[in-house]
């Protein structure tokens, strides 16, 4: 067993649980909004409570509820112009230090992150890890194009800490998948009235779950020919491909920060600019999402492109393998605004950058404001400077990632543990400027 005081962790021999005392958090008032499925959020507010912290959850619809069992639960069940008022009110009824959401982009989220900023109130934007596997990320105010870090590069005096540890993989999908199904579930079917209005995702239920059975399907199904149109890649076409990955239609990030531009968009035109542009000696590959694959059939539609413009042979679709694998055998990399793009930049690779997104600086990529030129990325895309690049990775890593997971046991156990001493930093940096403005 391991016990966590500030930052020293001792290891207790002859225990078989996990004991974590931070200091710092008693007294804390701490509110949290929807988590990521699953019970995430439960687990982090219970061990926010064993280190002294008054816990509240609003939750918004059955699925919020039925993963929220042990906390102090305040159920909203309106709409959306009503939870706007309602949280005002709440604000200037109760006491809050801290606010704790997955997803800024989420309707109620939204709302949420406005009234917030009125109360001068902080609050902490969780979202999957701008890096993976090992990560979750959590930022101040809002993520991905949102975020505080969105744009920006490191300081010149930013020093890389000389002791970085390697993040687990938690292989965690499996989890997911089946929390993901139990909260959509509860969610459609014990959800009732104006709640709906607040659903971040909206779908049928039997249509979903044909989506599921059928991205599972071809999961399988499709295993043997894309293992070998990967390994033909690697083998004949090594730093000869363009990678273009695929977004989750329903991803929040695909909205306003898309700049208008779709899968669908991107797959037509990278293809007609590809077939009369692009080296005759390279391939086209574009990797649709894993939890695309039964919701979308791209396949047809890229495949009707290839043939219309006479580039069949040398473009390529695939739904599974490494991000990091192929970033890293691939020519360039084009995306609307996908977290993928930091592969790209890890790997030293060329990078497209369409839409808007976290690292949408001209000295990392080639920032296309909504307006690519695709013609000249095929031979003419840039790579920062190897030292730059790491910096900005680690400085990422540093700034705005925790280890840990949402979904496996020991990943969350992490989490939750990083998270509280990031809280723990933010209330003593508060404290300090109070006390510095209180002296001046």
């Not at 543990?417 to 990031?422: C, S, Y």
């Amino acid at each position: 067993m391991y016990k966590v005081t500030g930052s020293s962790v001792v290891q207790l021999h002859g225990e078989d649980k996990t004991e974590v005392t931070i200091g710092g958090l008693e007294g804390k008032n701490i509110l949290l909004l929807q988590g990521p499925v699953g019970g995430f959020m439960a687990r982090l507010g219970i061990f926010l409570a064993e280190q002294g912290c008054n816990v509240r959850k609003i939750d918004f619809n059955a699925g919020d509820s039925f993963f929220s069992r042990g906390l102090d639960v305040l159920r909203f069940s309106g709409g959306l112009a009503e939870w706007k008022v309602f949280f005002n009110d709440y604000l200037e009824s109760n006491p809050v230090d801290l606010i704790v959401a997955f997803g800024s982009e989420r309707p109620v989220h939204k709302a949420a992150r406005e009234v917030a900023d009125a109360f001068r109130l902080p609050l902490c934007c969780l979202e999957e890890g701008y890096i993976r596997p090992g990560y979750i990320t959590a930022e101040m105010g809002g993520n991905n194009d949102n975020s505080p870090l969105a744009g920006r590069l490191p300081d010149a005096d930013w020093k890389i800490p000389v002791n970085v540890s390697d993040a687990k993989d938690f292989k965690s999908f499996s989890r997911f998948s089946v929390k993901s199904a139990t909260y959509y579930c509860v969610r459609s079917f014990f959800t009732f009235g104006r709640s709906k209005e607040l659903y971040h995702r909206r779908f049928s239920p039997p249509l979903e779950c044909f989506h599921w059975v059928r991205n599972f399907y071809r999961r399988f199904t499709g295993e043997v020919r894309n293992y070998r149109v990967i390994e033909k890649l690697l083998e004949h076409h090594d730093k000869r491909f363009y990678l273009v990955p695929l977004q989750v239609a329903a991803d929040a990030n695909l909205q306003r920060a898309a700049m208008g531009w779709n899968s669908r968009r991107v797959i037509a035109e990278s293809i007609a600019s590809f077939s009369k542009a692009a080296p005759s000696n390279t391939r086209l590959v574009f990797k649709v999402h894993p939890l695309e694959r039964g919701h979308c059939d791209y396949v047809p539609y890229i495949e009707e492109m290839a043939a219309e413009y006479g580039v069949a042979d040398r473009v390529a679709v695939i739904d599974i393998g490494s991000m990091g694998l192929l970033a890293r055998h691939c020519a360039g990399m084009i995306t609307i605004n996908s977290t993928s793009g930091l592969s790209a930049i890890f790997h030293g690779v060329p990078l497209l950058l369409i839409g808007k997104a976290l690292y949408a600086n001209s000295e990392l990529a080639m920032c296309a404001n909504g307006e690519p030129d695709f013609d000249c990325f095929w031979s003419n895309g840039f790579v920062a400077p190897a030292a730059l690049r790491r910096r900005y990775i680690e400085w990422l890593r540093e700034s705005c990632l925790v280890h840990g997971d949402f979904y496996s046991e020991e990943g969350i156990e992490i989490a939750c543990t990083g998270l509280a001493t990031k809280f723990t930093g933010l209330f003593t940096v508060a404290q300090d400027s109070a006390v510095d403005s209180a002296a001046s």
